[in-house]
């Protein structure tokens, strides 16, 4: 528990001290996706199938942190520096060089209590090298589609006036 506690203070704290490329509406954004998202995945992975859980088999209220807080500040994170207008190669070189620190970070959250809280069924480290690319990549997706939807609004809304 000392670890989360720890990772989540550090994550947030980057989170919303960093300069800001997003707006408030669109980390909300994120913010909320990133937990359904992640709901949606854990009912399977962790609840179903027991691939793998963070502290016990069972549903339990220390997983709410995990899901409230410290996901979506990574990825708030993630967002704010991705190279969105640069050439291929450096998103991929930026989605390889976040793929190396999850890896590292799920690595360390193995360890035992009260470090660690995340345990693994069946489920791999390589597991998470194949599927945090696609997660990121859905992550950019979602992201793009609300930054149009928002310049969508804002240029109806100008229409009215």
Known sequence: MVGLI??????????????????????????????????????????????????????????????????PPVNVIFLNFFPYKK???????????????????ES????PEPWGYFHYGWWTLWHSLFLNPILLLILVGYYNWICRLEKKSITNNELKY
């Open 108 to 111: 360390m959250t193995l360890f």
């Open 6 to 71: 720890f990772s989540i203070g550090i994550f947030n704290l980057i989170a919303l001290k960093i300069k800001k490329k997003l707006s408030i509406s669109q980390m909300v954004h994120i913010w909320v996706f990133t937990i359904a998202l992640q709901t949606i995945f854990d009912v399977y992975i962790d609840l179903k199938y027991h691939g793998y859980w963070y502290f016990s088999k069972s549903v339990d209220w220390n997983s709410f942190l995990v899901l409230i807080f410290l996901v």
């Open 87 to 105: 050439e291929l190669m450096k998103k991929i070189l930026y989605i390889a060089g976040w793929e190396i620190g999850l890896l590292l970070y």
